[in-house]
């Protein structure tokens, strides 16, 4: 039996739930135990600058349990660093460590304490090649083991409710990240004019607030994790907007892969890894400009055989690529290798 010691940055942070939690499990019968010791009060600031220090106190205070504690494993998993932007407590823990990135976290800061985390580490595992090429530079184990679905979860529905003729565009995110939606708010304004009954829905954290988009035409849900699958499978085509920046290159497409196992056929910006996802099958359509978004779109909501299609396609690409049963074998696979 392998122990490992995980560091994550809080129950309810996506990375903990899908890049450790939900690995426990299947890793377990295969001599694998893991302990998280997730940041009792967040590794993320407060807004308020005003109450940043004491934050950062105790939150360090909160990992020192966990720190002993790694003592009796056989290796360390951090999840990025303890302290946002800061290399604090890390080198107290329990070797060999292995670092796990899913945000291309070198911008922050100039990157001095991502280099930090990656040197003193004996691994690092990244969400795609971009960040791999990034941290590869500052450490020589690097492997990619991209963000898990869990399909026996995330399936698509046994029927679509259809109270009505409605065809809803899906979107799913935090409210940090409402601004890529947003950027193409004018595309989907044209969409709702040229299919009257189509239907936007924004399942966050936070009501998102549109300038051009009539109130009538958007569904809000409160994102909770009891009925985030729900919410995906009461979508016809889930949409995944970004910009083209270094920031938006080191994302994992996990919004994507949620869709699509759940067999819905997406349209996503072909930025970083979205494009590698696209080119695995006819699971969707790239689209970069205003003009592509709405044609991409109004194809899709006018075709019911291409979404069909195209959802079963997706739904394959997952299984056999980004599924935890795929990727859990990697995952003991570089952890027993350390």
């Known amino acids: ?6 560091f994550t940055g809080g129950v309810a942070v996506p990375s903990a739930r899908f890049r450790v939690r939900q690995y426990i499990e299947s890793l377990r019968h295969v001599g694998i135990q893991i302990q998280e010791f997730p940041a009792t009060v967040g590794s993320y600031p407060p807004r308020s600058h005003i109450t940043r220090p004491l934050w950062a106190v105790s939150s360090l205070m909160s ?21 946002s932007t800061f290399v604090t407590l890390e080198p107290l823990t329990m070797k060999p460590r292995i670092l796990d990135v899913d945000d291309a976290i070198f911008l922050l800061r100039k990157g001095h304490f991502a280099r930090r985390l990656a040197q003193m580490s004996d691994g690092v595992i990244c969400g795609n090649a971009y960040l791999a090429e990034w941290f590869g530079a500052w450490n020589r184990n690097v492997t990619i083991i991209p963000t898990a679905v869990d399909t026996a979860r995330y399936v698509p529905p046994s029927r679509h409710s259809q109270i009505d003729d409605r065809k809803v565009i899906g979107w799913i995110g ?3 990240n409402l601004r890529y939606l947003y950027a193409i708010e004018a595309a989907l304004a044209k969409v709702m004019t040229m299919i009257p009954k189509a239907q936007l829905l924004v399942v966050c954290d936070q009501f998102p607030k549109f300038q051009s988009i009539d109130p009538n035409r958007i569904k809000y849900i409160r994102w909770e994790e009891k009925i985030e699958v729900e919410s995906i499978q009461s979508m ?7 910009e083209d920046t270094p920031w938006a290159r080191g994302k994992c497409s996990f919004k994507m892969l949620q869709y699509m196992a759940c067999g819905l056929p997406v349209v996503v910006s072909p930025v970083g890894m979205n494009a590698e ?6 699971v969707g359509i790239g689209a970069s400009t205003g003009g592509q978004w709405v044609e ?6 006018d075709n019911q055989r291409l979404r069909s ?3 079963a396609s997706g739904r394959r690409v997952v299984e056999e690529s980004y ?3 795929a990727l859990a074998p990697l995952f003991a696979g570089y952890l027993r290798g350390v």
């Open 1 to 6: 039996m392998i122990r490992v010691a995980a």
């Open 63 to 83: 990992r020192l349990p966990g720190i002993a504690l790694s003592y009796q494993c056989d290796l360390t998993l951090f999840q990025r660093e303890m302290l």
């Open 174 to 176: 935090t409210y940090t």
């Open 236 to 242: 016809d085509i889930g949409i995944m907007p970004l």
């Open 277 to 282: 996802v696209l080119a695995m099958g006819n």
């Open 296 to 301: 991409a779109l109004v194809s899709l909501l």
């Open 309 to 311: 299609e195209m959802g």
């Open 323 to 325: 599924s935890v049963n």
